[in-house]
């Protein structure tokens, strides 16, 4: 079975605080992605890559950065957390062009509350 | 950018009766996701429809497309009440592009 794992399942930080949510898939997956869900709104990707070193900007990429330096963890930083930053965040992995398999698999997410 | 639209939001129903959602997105597609989401958790695969395929079955899931109408239909049969969840429609709109996903609908099934 596929595993995405997320660092944590509940975060509280404050305004100004740098903050780091990591990501790891145990399936050798090229693709990983980072969404945001809020109420009314559904997901909404941030960033995404697809393969080590690289990234690419989602919808709503503003406020956000992202580290992909080893194929299996894919790290979502928000360098200045605001409170409208307060979401429950989703990661996903999927195998890469040379794997007729679409499906996104995705972790439990984090629930993160900035103050 | 939003690509599907699930109707309706919110869908109440009695276990045993069958549940149907809709979806209606914008542009052509490769194919068409069905996620579910039990509250509070991450999202987990249901069923994929490629954009040449109108109808799939998985057991008690039917899912429809009608790439004419740009939309799609999720049934669950005799449903029970661990199928209350939310569920997403997602498309992929080309080749290893990300999934894009509507807002969901939240089917209660009540005992």
């Known amino acids: 079975d596929v595993k995405v794992t997320q660092s944590s399942r509940y975060l509280v930080k404050r305004t100004g605080e740098k903050v780091f949510l990591e990501c790891v898939q145990d399936m050798d997956h090229e693709n990983m992605f980072w969404y945001r869900q809020d109420p009314g709104l559904g997901l909404r990707l941030i960033y995404f890559s697809y393969d080590v070193k690289m990234k690419e900007k989602g919808d709503i990429p503003e406020g956000y950065s992202v580290s992909r330096e080893k194929k299996e963890r894919f790290s979502l930083i928000l360098e200045s957390a605001s409170t409208n930053q307060t979401s429950m965040y989703l990661c996903?992995?999927?195998?890469?062009?040379?794997?007729?398999?679409?499906?996104?698999?995705f972790g439990p997410g984090t629930r993160l509350l900035v103050l | 950018s939003q690509q599907g639209e699930e109707d309706p939001q919110a869908l109440s129903i009695q276990e045993g009766e069958n549940a149907t959602m809709n979806c209606s997105y914008k542009?052509?597609?490769?194919?068409l996701q069905w996620y579910r989401q039990n509250s509070g958790r991450g999202l987990v695969h249901l069923i994929l429809i490629r954009s040449n395929e109108r109808e799939k079955h998985s057991g008690r899931l039917r899912v429809t497309l009608d790439t004419s109408k740009k939309s799609s239909s999720l049934l669950i049969t005799a449903s029970r009440a661990a199928d209350t969840a939310s569920y997403f429609c997602?498309?992929?709109?080309?080749?290893?592009?990300?999934?894009?996903f509507g807002k969901g609908t939240r089917l209660s099934v009540i005992a």
């Open positions: 542009t052509s597609i490769n194919n």
């Open positions: 996903a992995s999927r195998p890469g062009l040379a794997v007729t398999q679409e499906t996104q698999y």
């Open positions: 997602a498309t992929e709109n080309s080749g290893n592009t990300p999934l894009v």
